[in-house]
């Protein structure tokens, strides 16, 4: 069985945009960048953020942690790949 490996991402939140989009840090920049749909009520634009990094990165949902930050805009997200 090959040995699990997981990448740890922060990532900057904008919620109520126009459209959910996945921007990795550019030159400089130490942050990931999500611009969500979801509004901030009930997990929702949580939840958005798990399936659009899962989708980014061709994994299970499942496999997407949000480890801190869950109530702020700044979160740290664990992906277990393989």
């Known amino acids: 069985m090959p040995a699990m490996s ?29 611009q969500l749909k979801a509004a901030p009520v009930d997990g929702k634009a949580n939840a958005e953020l798990v399936a659009l990094v899962a ?18 805009r700044l979160k740290r997200v664990q992906v277990d790949l393989g």
């Open 6 to 34: 997981a990448v740890t991402l922060q990532v900057k939140v904008k919620p109520n945009a126009r459209a959910s989009v996945l921007v990795p840090p550019g030159e400089g920049d130490a942050h990931w960048s999500a």
């Open 55 to 72: 989708a980014h990165f061709r994994c299970r949902k499942a496999d997407v942690t949000i480890r801190s930050g869950a109530s702020g």
